[in-house]
C-alpha cells in the first residue's frame, strides 16, 4: 500500500502549483489514505513546507495553530504548511479566517483531518469563499486491483478500506476492525460528539437498518417502522444526512425534471463502499445471486457517487433504471446486469421519456474498465 499513489494525490499536486488563492482542505472517509497521500506528495519534493499534526499535542488554545504558521512563513513566501487533524484544534476555522485575512497569499495552506463532518461545517460556516474541498472517498475496485490485486468477488465481498486487507483472512478479525475502527469511531467520534442525535441507541440501530438495503429504494415510513422507537420521517431524513455527511451513505433521489418531485422520493439506499454492506450484513457477500447482484449493483452506484455531477434512479410502475446520471449536459441512463434475469424494458421506456438519455449497460465483463476512470468510459461507450 505504501507504495501505490491514489490519484488525489497528483490533483492535489496540481492545485498547489497555482498561486495560493485558496485553502486546500481534504475531505473523505476515515482510513483511506489521506495522510499517507499527503506525506507521499510531501516526500516527492517541490514545496518549502511544514507539516504539523494536531494529534500529537495536547492543544489548549489557538497559539499552536499561531505557532505552526509563524514556523512556515519562516520557509519564505509560498511556502506549504500542513496541519493534519485541524478539527483537533479549538476554534480552528476563526483561528484560520483570521490569519489567512491578515497575509492573503503569503502560505500555501492544505488542512485534513479524520472527521468530515467536523471539517466540512468547519470551512462552509468561517472559511466561505476561501477554501477550495478535494474529497477523497473509498477506494475503487481499480485502485484495490492494482495495490492489492483484487478480483471482481474479493472486491463485492471487502472493498473499500485498504487497512483491513490483512484481516480478510480472519472474517471475525475482519468484522470487528470494520465495526470498531471504522463505523463505531464515525458514530462515536465524528457525528455524536458533534451534532444533536438524542437517542444515540437509535441512531447506531437505524445505521444497520439503512445498510441492509443496497442498492434499494425504501420509504421513509417503511425505514421508520423498523426503528424500535416512535419519531417521525424527519428523524429519518436527518439521520441519513448525518451518514451522508460522514462518508458512510448515499441516499440517491428518483430522477423527475421536476425538482420538488425528485426530493419527495423515496430514496434508494447505497452504503458508501461493499465492505459496509458485508460488515453491517454480518458476513461477506456469498454465491447467492440475488446477494451478489445487489453488491454489484451497489459498486457500480458507489464509483458513480464518486464522480463530479448527480447520480439518481428512476421507477415508474414496473419500469426502472438503475442509475441516472446528470453531468454537465450529459445524461446517462445506466442498466447494471450481474446475471441475474432483468429486462431491459426501464431503459427502453425511461429513454422514450427522455429522449436525450445515453443508454448504458455495465456488467461484470466490463466493469474493470468503468472503475478505471467512470466518466471516461461512460463518454467513450455512448459515443
Known sequence: MMTYQRPFVSQLARRLQDPPHFIQVVVGPRQVGK????????????????YANADDVLVSDRSWLLQQWQQALLLGDEALLVVDEIQKVPNWPETVKALWDAQPGRLRVLLLGSSALQLQSGVTESLAGRFELLRVHHWRFAELQAAFDYDLDRYLAYGGYPGAVVL????????????DAIVEAVIGKDILQSRRVTNPALFRQAFEILCAYPAQEISYTKLLGQLQDKGNTDLVKHYIALYGGAFLLHALQKYS????????????????????????????????????????ELAVGCELAQQPGQVYYWRERN?????????????????????????????????????????????????????????????????
Not at 506525506?39 to 519534493?45: K, N
Not at 452504503?271 to 445487489?294: F, H, I, K, T
Not at 436525450?356 to 466493469?367: D, G, K, Q, S
Request: charged fraction near 25%; proline fraction near 6%.
Open 168 to 179: 480478510e483472512h480472519d472474517p471475525d478479525r475482519w468484522y470487528a476492525y470494520m465495526k
Open 319 to 383: 419500469d426502472e433504471v438503475d442509475f441516472v446520471y446528470q453531468y454537465r449536459d450529459r445524461l446517462y441512463a445506466i442498466e447494471v446486469k450481474s446475471g441475474r434475469k432483468k429486462s431491459a424494458k426501464g431503459l427502453e421506456a425511461f429513454s422514450a421519456q427522455v429522449s436525450r438519455a445515453l443508454p448504458i449497460v455495465i456488467t461484470p465483463e466490463n466493469f474493470a474498465q468503468f472503475s478505471q476512470d467512470p466518466g471516461i468510459f461512460l463518454e467513450r461507450v455512448a459515443g
Open 35 to 50: 495522510t499517507t497521500g499527503v506525506r507521499q506528495l510531501l516526500a516527492s519534493g517541490g514545496w518549502s513546507a511544514h
Open 257 to 296: 425534471p421536476k425538482a420538488h418531485l425528485s426530493r419527495s422520493s423515496s430514496p434508494k439506499m447505497l452504503p458508501a463502499c461493499p465492505a459496509l454492506y458485508s460488515m453491517a450484513a454480518g458476513v461477506a457477500v456469498d454465491s447467492n445471486a440475488e446477494q451478489r447482484g445487489r453488491a454489484f
